[in-house]
């Protein structure tokens, strides 16, 4: 199994230019998640889907979308990026069962928003 | 007001040393579990260990191991005989079982050098 897997590790944008991070799982896990990360900060959760065609709101959701129409995949899309969306994003999944299980993480995507 | 604490910000500690990393909490959800991953400097976060409200006994994986102590809302990390490899920043986060978000909320992070 690749477990969970993130494209690009970096990217470069200026701002209003917009861009889709990759998620893949390949374990079947039907919770996926996005967090970002700050320097200094824990990760804060941007979007979750607790499965195919299910997505719904975390704590910081504004200025970015996503979309999940397969239970492997959870794209995360930014409409116009902006400066301070610059951070380091993390996908995770989770499986089935019970509401406090393990997240796995993917390697995460650092984005730089010039 | 703050749901994950870690007091420290940086740590340094000697080589196979024991090592105790704080982390506190507040919920007022009865069930909840509580984590701790560890981040190296090459960015992936790693999986350490899992404490669930209800478990009666301390959790342990290893050379880690953490102390619950559910009166005090406290899940501090111990790493026993520590190693150069331990080196990272490591974060305390909970899952509520009453949140439909199913987030995890983390704490800010402590970095722990450690000292050849």
């Known amino acids: 199994n690749a477990g969970v897997t993130q494209t690009p590790k970096f990217q470069v944008l200026k701002t209003g230019q917009s861009m889709t991070l990759q998620c893949a799982q390949d374990?079947?896990?039907?919770?996926m998640s996005w967090y970002r990360q700050d320097p200094g900060m824990g990760l804060r959760l941007i979007h979750y889907s607790v499965g195919a065609g299910i997505t719904d709101q975390g704590e910081v959701p504004n200025g970015y979308n996503v979309s999940r129409s397969t239970t492997e995949d959870f794209p995360l899309r930014l409409l116009s990026a902006a400066p301070s969306q610059t951070s380091v994003y993390f996908c995770a999944s989770s499986p089935p069962g019970r509401s406090y299980n393990e997240q796995f993480f993917g390697p995460g995507t650092r984005l730089t928003v010039l | 007001a703050q749901k994950i604490t870690q007091t420290q910000p940086g740590m340094f500690v000697q080589e196979k040393e024991a090592v105790t990393l704080d982390c506190t909490y507040d919920t007022s959800d009865p069930s909840y579990g509580l984590f701790w991953y560890k981040q190296p400097s090459s960015g992936e976060m790693i999986f350490l260990i899992y404490q669930g409200s209800y478990d009666q006994q301390n959790a342990t994986e290893g050379r880690y191991s953490l102390n619950f102590q559910k009166a005090r809302k406290s899940a501090n990390l111990v790493i026993s005989a520590s190693q150069l490899g331990d080196s990272a920043m490591y974060f305390c986060a909970m899952r509520e079982a009453g949140d439909s978000n199913y987030q995890l909320i983390w704490g800010a992070g402590t970095k722990l050098i450690i000292k050849p």
């Open positions: 374990m079947n896990h039907e919770y």
